[in-house]
């Protein structure tokens, strides 16, 4: 057990949790000359939500949960007859706030506020992820696939091309095709019955999240002085002469000027262990990793219908989907999984060899009512980084700068 004296910190600035939030912010506060040390209870970087998400770098597609749709999807997820969401409502006080919060942003203008905020912050991200990989090319996989979203009823069409109206001010590119139109884009699409349309995003990126954090870590620790402790599972913060005294559950000390929490949907634990108010929500997701099938996707493609998402991802497929809401048990349901796959199957039969599965995941995105992340000093000094629900991959790099820029506040 080490016990440091208060004068002399372990670390200029300690942040917990190794997956992409983490390392993204680890990143942007060694650019600026910070000596970060890096805490995470697992062995290895990435094991954590960012292991095996959707690869997608979705700089375009940043639309809030909440919608004024969420009304139509209710009765469904109540009855546990939406296939893609499920609802585990329970009379526990978190639950009935949460819900509360976000039922309330589900309005068109919250709709319209929410999801411009997240594409500010996507934006930035894109931004420096681009300047990370001009500095340091590191390999995760990563291209500009573009990316089709696949729509199935005409009734879609009205407010797909609200969204494209919304966004184009920004610069973001995208257009309307028809269904002959897709099909000459991505052919893959050829295999999806009853498609009506589909948004084609050009400029969207795909990446293996967990091979970023592994790749940016050796990268910070060689070059740019990164500390990691593994192992470390933070279980109390506590404020000491000014800076912080970090415990572990097993008893070991760190102490740090600065503490950024970037634990994913187990900050909602950490924060609610010091009395703090915690804005996550658990909503569980699936995926699964496969060799190609006859007709793959060179893009990634969003079925709408199904929410359910293609990547190209190497020389393999991934799928992800399903949002099961209040549900934190990280460990893969096999009937969830099941309905993963046979979503993927009606949806795109021909994309994946469905006999040689390879990878089966579930992970716990960490979303907030407004679906933005928090990227908050807190009064008591306290950095969070944290709720970055459907997008954290996406949003990872510019949360990291924001995050970054608030430890230099006075
Ligand atoms: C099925 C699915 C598909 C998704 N697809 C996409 C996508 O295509 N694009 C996209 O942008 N986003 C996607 N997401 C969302 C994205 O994966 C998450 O938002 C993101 O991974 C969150 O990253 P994080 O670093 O905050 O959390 P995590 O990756 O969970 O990292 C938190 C880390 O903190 C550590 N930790 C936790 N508590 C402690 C503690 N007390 N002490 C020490 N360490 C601790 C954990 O071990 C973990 O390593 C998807 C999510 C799911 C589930």
Not at 173 to 194: D, N
Request: glycine share 8%.
């Amino acid at each position: 057990m080490q016990t440091p004296s208060a004068s002399t910190p372990d670390a200029d600035v300690a942040v917990i949790g190794a997956g992409v939030v983490g390392m993204a912010a680890a990143w942007a506060l060694a650019q600026r000359g910070r000596q970060v040390l890096l805490l995470d209870r697992a062995e290895a970087p990435g094991l954590g939500t960012s292991f095996a998400n959707g690869a997608q770098l979705s700089y375009a597609y940043t639309d809030a949960m909440a919608s004024p749709a969420l009304w139509g999807q209710l009765p469904g997820m109540l009855l546990g007859r939406d296939a893609a969401f499920r609802a585990r409502f329970t009379l526990q006080p978190h639950f009935l706030r949460w819900g509360m919060a976000f039922l309330r942003n589900a309005t068109p203008a919250d709709l319209h506020r929410n999801t411009l905020a997240t594409l500010a912050l996507a934006l930035e991200s894109r931004a420096a992820m681009a300047a990370l990989l001009a500095r340091h090319p590191i390999d995760f996989l990563h291209k500009t696939a573009g990316k089709l979203h696949a729509l199935y009823t005409p009734d879609a069409l009205p407010k797909a091309r609200a969204m494209i109206a919304a966004k184009r001010p920004y610069g973001i590119r995208q257009e309307l095709l028809s269904a002959e139109e897709a099909v000459a884009v991505e052919p893959a699409l050829a295999g999806a019955r009853g498609l009506v349309a589909a948004v084609h995003s050009p400029d969207e990126e795909v990446g293996d999240p967990w091979r970023f954090c592994v790749a940016l870590h050796a990268l910070l620790t060689t070059q740019y002085g990164l500390q990691t402790r593994f192992g470390f599972d933070a279980h109390r913060l506590l404020p000491e002469g000014g800076g912080w005294r970090l415990l572990a559950q097993t008893g070991e000390t760190v102490l740090a000027r600065h503490v950024m929490v970037c634990a994913g949907i187990d900050s909602h634990t950490l924060l609610r262990r010091m009395g703090l108010g915690s804005p996550l929500m658990a909503v569980k997701g699936y995926s699964f990793t496969a060799p190609p099938g006859p007709l793959p996707p060179k893009a990634s493609i969003t079925d709408t219908s199904r929410k359910l998402v293609f990547c190209p991802l190497g020389d393999r497929i991934r799928v992800a989907g399903l949002a099961d809401l209040n549900h934190w048990d990280p460990h893969p349901d096999p009937d969830r999984f099941a309905q993963l796959v046979a979503m993927a199957q009606a949806s795109l039969p021909e994309a994946i060899d469905f006999d040689r599965i390879e990878h089966r995941w579930a992970g716990l995105r960490p979303v907030t009512p407004q679906s933005t992340p928090v990227i908050r000093r807190l009064p008591n000094g306290l950095i969070v980084n944290i709720g970055h629900g459907m997008l954290g991959w996406t949003l990872a790099m510019g949360s990291g700068e924001r995050a970054a820029r608030l430890v230099e506040m006075p």
